[in-house]
Every structure is written in C-alpha cells, then in structure tokens.
C-alpha cells in the first residue's frame, strides 16, 4: 500500500524557516517524480514544486522561488521541503504527493499544515 | 499560469447526474490531453479520481467519468452519492510550464 506521510509543519514568525518531511512507503521512491502542493485557508490547490527521480531537475511556482528548496533522500525514502524567508501568504496545507504521470499526483499526503504569522 | 476555470458549486440529489467543466485555454486544456480531477475531502488526503483526460486509476468507480472538448474538460458524476459530497479539482499538463496547473475547485453538494 503507497503511503506518504507529511510532518514538520507549525507556527513560524514571518522570516522564518521550517522544514517539511514526508516519509513515503509501499512503492519505488527512485522511480517517481514527487511534489509539493499547498492549499492555503479558504484557497484551491496550487503546485509548489517538483522534483526529478534522482533529484537532478527541479521545478517551483514563481512565488517560491529562491526561497524554498525541494530535495529527496532515496536511502530514507524521503521528499523534503526547505522553506525560508516565509511569508504570511505562505500559511497553508502543505501536501506530499507522487507524480504518476504528465501534471497527475496519483498518491498523496494528509498533509501538515504551516502558519506564518507574529 | 493562471488557473483553470471551474464552478464555484454544483448540486445533485442521490442517484442523479452532475458534471463540473473545466476552462482553460490552447496551452494547457486544449492542447494536450492531459487532464486529471480530484476528490478532496477537507482534511484528507486528495484522491485522483480520472487522469488523461477520460481515464479511471483502479479502484475509481464506473460513475465517474472524464472527457473533453475544446479547451474544457468535464468530470462528470452518475447516480450520485452522499461520499460524492466534497471539492473537486481538475489539473493540465501546460506544455513549456514545468508545474501542473490546478482548476479553481468546485463544491459538489448532494441534496
């Protein structure tokens, strides 16, 4: 059964940084693109980011750029989010999810959620 | 890239038909026959429900059902049920725009 499962997200101050983790299981994690998509209060989905099976090509949503980095751990079985210089209108359900095709998450997250506020 | 036109709300009652379209343009929708939808119950983890335009991931009932023309695409749902109840979401592929483009939601309510 394909499982991922999001943590690290919490309360930060604006200009902070947090780092978000999924654990992912019951599947080939070198085989798959991952992503990042984040939902935010009251909002629609919006994709955040990509990244390539062996992690060499990544891909993020403009208003990230520069501040976030996505990254994978194919010995943990891991994607990871680094995000730094948050924003208030960063404040969302972040969800871990796996590229099974052309724009498709065939699998995703619960998700966990980060708010950026003082 | 901006999003994908859908209905803010659709209604149905038990056992009824509802369709949710989904408007982009010729470089996302209506150039690649790469569109998905998805069931999102709040809280949960979102569920891929058609991918590539009409196709069901295992396990996806009969009743729903994908298709597209033009620069929209539609998900439609039969004989409605009360776990129908939820948002929904279609995503393209956008061709040079490296990042899956999203669908605004749609709220389908089951009467």
């Known amino acids: 059964e394909v499982q991922l499962v999001e943590s690290g997200g919490g309360l930060v101050q604006p200009g902070g940084s947090l780092r978000l983790s999924c654990a992912t299981s019951?599947?080939?994690?070198?085989?798959?693109?991952m992503s990042w998509v984040r939902q935010a209060p009251g909002k629609g989905l919006e994709w955040v980011a990509n990244?390539?099976?062996?992690?060499?090509?990544?891909f993020y949503v403009d208003s990230v750029k520069g501040r976030f980095t996505i990254s994978r751990d194919s010995a943990e079985n891991s994607l990871y989010l680094q995000m730094n210089s948050l924003r208030a209108e960063d404040t969302a359900l972040y969800y871990c999810a796996r590229v099974g095709g052309m724009s498709t998450n065939d699998y995703w997250g619960q998700g966990t959620l980060v708010t950026v506020s003082s | 890239q901006s999003a994908l036109t859908q209905p803010r709300s659709v209604s149905g009652s038990p056992g009824q038909s509802v369709t949710i379209s989904c408007t982009g343009t010729s470089s996302d929708v209506g150039g690649y026959n790469y569109v998905s939808w998805y069931r999102h119950h709040p809280g949960k983890a979102p569920k891929l429900m058609i991918y590539?335009?009409?196709k069901r991931p295992s396990g996806v009932p009969d009743r729903f059902s994908g298709s597209k023309s033009g620069n929209t695409a539609s998900l439609t749902i039969s004989g409605l049920q009360a776990e129908d109840e939820a948002d929904y979401y279609c995503?393209?592929?956008?061709?040079?725009?490296?990042?899956?483009?999203f669908g605004t939601g749609t709220k389908v309510t089951v009467l």
């Open positions: 995503c393209s592929y956008a061709g040079s725009y490296p990042l899956g483009v």
């Open positions: 590539d335009v009409s």
């Open positions: 019951g599947f080939t994690f070198s085989a798959y693109w």
């Open positions: 990244i390539k099976e062996d992690g060499s090509v990544k």
